[in-house]
């Protein structure tokens, strides 16, 4: 009887434990707590009232200090993706991953895609992953509800090794030029279709 009282007791604790381990947690902005994501929520309520940038120029300045062809780099990628996704600036509803060496100038990327997206590191939905050399750099951008493809935007080599090491003289044309090259000598974009995560 005994025995059989410690096995319940054991039963329910472990019960409680599991539970608790597998309760989702807190969703910012999100009055769904079954959502599996546990960053910003996407759409347009009222925890998603940013504006894009008029000036994305000014915008990445203000913000970065400097504007130069990492950062314009990103911001093209940021807009494509909204374009290729569906999606507008500021909706948070794009999942990012900046993958590059975890240092300047290639980091730089990441603020530009912060202006070109409206996503930020803070609310999860912007996130940098290292990676050893220039030439593995790539951001995976997806739809957090799971439809859509994942994107692959890869920069092409020839066009990295042309902005690799900036001198701060050239930093203003390097990015005009970056604002203004036709997409497809910036980077490819590879679609990758895939079930949920
Ligand atoms: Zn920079």
Request: aromatic fraction near 8%.
């Given at each position: 009887m005994k025995s059989a009282l410690i096995i319940l007791v054991t039963v329910i604790i472990c019960g409680l434990g599991v539970g608790?381990?597998?309760y989702p947690g807190h969703?910012?902005?999100s009055s769904d707590e079954d959502h599996h994501f546990v960053g910003a929520v996407g759409g347009d309520n009222?925890?998603?009232?940013?504006?894009?940038p008029e000036d994305w120029w000014s915008e990445?300045?203000?913000m970065h200090g400097h504007v130069g062809p990492w950062n314009v780099l990103g911001w093209r990628i940021g807009q494509a993706a909204l374009r290729e996704l569906d999606t507008k600036w500021g909706l948070h509803e794009l999942d990012i991953i900046c993958y590059v060496p975890i240092k300047t100038p290639y980091s730089c990327m990441a603020d530009g895609l912060v202006i070109g997206t409206g996503n930020t590191i803070g609310r999860l939905d912007l996130r940098l992953a290292e990676v050893a050399c220039m030439d593995l750099?790539?951001?995976?951008?997806?739809?957090?509800?799971?439809?859509?493809p994942v994107?692959?935007?890869?920069?092409?080599?020839t066009y990295l090794r042309h902005i690799d090491a900036p001198k701060p003289e050239e930093l203003e044309k390097l990015s005009r030029e970056c604002g203004n090259m036709k997409e497809s000598d910036l980077f490819e974009i590879r679609r990758i279709t895939t079930l949920k995560i």
């Open positions: 608790a381990l597998t969703v910012f902005g009222s925890y998603n009232r940013g504006q894009e990445i300045k203000h750099i790539q951001v995976c951008i997806h739809r957090k509800d799971g439809t859509g994107l692959i935007f890869q920069p092409r080599p």
